[in-house]
């Protein structure tokens, strides 16, 4: 990951960019990552500072993780720490004031599920704590589990989330979504099995099998969000 420190009119905020699904720099699927340092930090609490900071990011997802208390019976080895998801949609001046800053400029929304960024929480995550080798995550979705071994990291995301809905080819959001999907993921024409939707959440593509997820090169700026934004702040255990 490439690691800065971020200073706006807030105090200095340490992040994180992150490629996913990819051992090699600047390719996969990054994600902007925030740890705050402790679960009373202030500016954990308002969700306009998390959406503008976003923005600010302008990646496809931020996550944001606040540490929480861990239950008393709780193993030495699991961290517990709560997550949320954000994301720019799109960027336009307000007619009466064309030269605000970005952050009044841009919309953006809490998404309720997102894995890629998920994954590269936990990466940073296990970076800063190498004694936990579990993380649960209280989301939106419930609870998220993030394990690793020495050599990778794996996650538990709930299946039943919400009931999908099947489209067909031929429907407006069928073509829509095949549409992003190639031209975020050109290799993947001819490939694509299906196409669903869950409540809240974007389209969820199926491809073949024998598609290599880890090396598919995805174009991350071409994907155009199509979930709503659900009023969340930050889940509890």
């Known amino acids: 990951p490439i690691t800065f420190r971020l200073t706006t009119i807030m105090s200095p905020l340490p992040f994180h960019t992150v490629d996913a699904f990819t051992s090699k720099p600047f390719t996969g699927n990054p994600a902007a990552v925030i740890v705050w340092p402790t679960a009373t930090d202030a500016r954990s609490s308002g969700s306009a500072t998390l959406l503008s900071l976003a923005a600010e990011f302008n990646l496809s997802e931020t996550a944001f993780a606040l540490p929480l208390p861990s239950p008393a019976d709780a193993p030495a080895h699991e961290g517990h720490f709560g997550l949320r998801w954000f994301t720019p949609t799109v960027v336009r001046p307000h007619p009466a004031a064309p030269h605000q800053p970005r952050s009044n400029m841009q919309d953006s929304q809490e998404v309720k599920l997102c894995g890629h ?121």
């Open 117 to 237: 960024a998920t994954l590269a929480t936990a990466h940073v995550l296990f970076s800063q704590h190498p004694h936990l080798s579990t993380l649960r995550f209280a989301s939106l979705s419930g609870e998220l589990i993030a394990s690793r071994t020495t050599s990778s990291i794996s996650l538990d995301l709930p299946a039943d989330l919400a009931p999908l809905t099947l489209c067909e080819p031929g429907c407006e959001r069928y073509d829509s979504a095949l549409r992003t999907a190639l031209a975020a993921a050109p290799t993947l024409a001819g490939r694509v099995l299906g196409i669903a939707w869950s409540t809240g959440m974007g389209p969820l593509v199926e491809v073949e099998d024998l598609v290599d997820l880890e090396r598919l090169e995805v174009d991350s700026t071409k994907i155009v969000s199509a979930r709503g934004p659900p009023a969340g702040s930050w889940a509890e255990s």
